[in-house]
């Protein structure tokens, strides 16, 4: 069991609780209750921002698009977007498949929640500064920019789910180590762990308040990784990882109705 903030959706505000993130189910008022019961909202309220090309493997396999023109080098520095407000979605909810396009790329990340202002801070003290850890859905239309992610394939509507909440970082022993597993249909299409991070959480914190601050509720995605799966309409989407529980959503026709 762990410590957890969790944003039912009848309530509209965060709600400390215990959950147990092997069955993906919660206390409330001595009870357990599973999801279905209660359906929750994104429990961040912050800006979300994105990085890309954190995992070395996948720097590996694109090392020589890496050295062409116009940049001819690996990244230096963290590469970062922007998640918008209209692209906030949840737990349990539908991801909508944009009229005219038939495929969308699955990007599986740990999300880091900052739990007080952080500016130009050391890597030493980075962990201090995280309020705790939850799990995200980072949706693109496929796209074939490597260093520039564009706003018209990462920024449409509902493409950034999150949840199904924040476990207390207090509960968590290493993040460095997590496994993040990607399920379609209940079968297993990607593998990643943290521990492959060209930049880990605490260096991530470090490089990027150098230059910008992150306030209480930001929410930072430590990585995105490349070849993600690819969904359809009508496909169901599993994202595990340890320690922390599991973010389910399904695809639908934007065309179907209203999403959020």
């Known amino acids: 069991m762990s410590s957890a903030s969790i944003k039912l959706r009848h309530l509209n505000a965060l709600k400390t609780v215990e959950v147990d993130p092997l069955t993906n189910s919660f206390y409330l008022n001595g009870q357990r209750n599973g999801l279905k019961d ?6 961040v309220c912050g800006t979300v921002y994105g990085t890309i090309l954190n995992y070395k493997e996948d720097l590996t396999a694109i090392e020589e698009q890496l050295h062409q023109k116009p940049y001819a080098a690996p990244p230096n520095a963290p590469i970062l977007y922007i998640k918008p407000a209209n692209t906030i979605n949840f737990h349990g909810a539908p991801i909508p ?9 699955v990007g599986a990340s740990l999300g ?38 564009a706003v018209p394939y990462k920024a449409r ?4 789910a999150i949840g199904p909440w924040i476990i207390d970082a207090k509960n968590i022993m290493d993040p460095n180590s997590f496994t993040i597993k990607v399920y379609i249909n209940n079968e297993l ?13 605490a260096r991530l914190l470090e490089e990027i308040t150098e230059f910008m601050t992150l306030d209480v509720g930001d ?22 990882i340890s320690e922390i529980g599991s973010l389910e959503n399904y695809m639908m026709d934007e065309e179907e109705g209203c999403f959020l």
């Not at 209660?38 to 429990?43: G, K, M």
């Not at 929410?219 to 595990?240: C, E, F, M, W, Y």
């Open 189 to 201: 299409q990607l593998e990643k762990n943290t521990s492959t991070l060209v930049r880990p959480i």
């Open 112 to 149: 880091v929640v900052i739990g007080k202002k952080a500016i130009a801070i050391k890597e030493e003290d980075a962990f201090s500064y995280i309020a705790g850890y939850t799990i995200v859905n980072d949706v693109s239309i496929p796209h074939d920019s490597i260093f520039r992610p």
């Open 219 to 240: 929410l930072l995605l430590v990585g995105i990784p490349t070849a993600s799966p690819k969904v359809h309409v009508g496909d169901q989407i599993r994202i595990d």
């Open 97 to 105: 498949m944009p009229k005219g396009v038939s495929t969308l790329e």
């Open 157 to 160: 509507d509902g493409f950034c």
């Open 38 to 43: 209660y359906p929750v909202a994104s429990p």
